[in-house]
């Protein structure tokens, strides 16, 4: 099993589409991120893990999952950084392997060290490019092959529809 875990604002900082996003509305940000993480994961079939540093969001440590991706907040002085290295700890075994996804020089370092890869938020990013890419030429043979359905539904109905059935809301 490939398990992911990102840093979730050091990716937010690094992709231009989402820091430009942060800048106006950074829960917007953090949504995004989650939606195209669960792009991932259903493409990759990797488990995703997404982490947000706690100082962004005050309270106790918040989880949940959203589009089968894992959302952790850290808990008050606790950094994104020391969650991922304890998260690296904890599920590293024989049968998985741990990638994290940040440009943290010295996150890159620690998670080496754990025997995990690490993937920069540009790597990142061109892999996301390439998923979405692939995406997209999917679903144009599904429409071009698609049957003509007996009932006549608009685009938006049928968008709709195909967000029921990926999963998404």
Partial sequence: M???LVDGYNIIGAWPE???LKD???PAARDLLVEKM???QAFSGYRVIVIFDAHYVKGIEKKYKNHKVEVIFTKENETADERIEKL?????NRATQIHVATS??????A?????????????LLLEM???????ERKVKKIQENKPVTKIPISNEMAEIFEKWRRGLK
């Fill in 2 to 4: 490939d398990i992911l």
């Fill in 18 to 20: 989402l820091k430009a």
């Fill in 24 to 26: 106006r509305d950074l």
């Fill in 38 to 40: 669960a792009e991932y």
């Fill in 88 to 92: 690296a700890i904890s599920l590293n």
């Fill in 104 to 109: 943290d020089y010295t996150e890159q370092w």
């Fill in 111 to 123: 998670i080496f060290g754990q025997g995990a890869l690490r993937k920069s938020a540009r790597e």
């Fill in 129 to 135: 490019s390439s998923i979405e890419k692939g995406i």
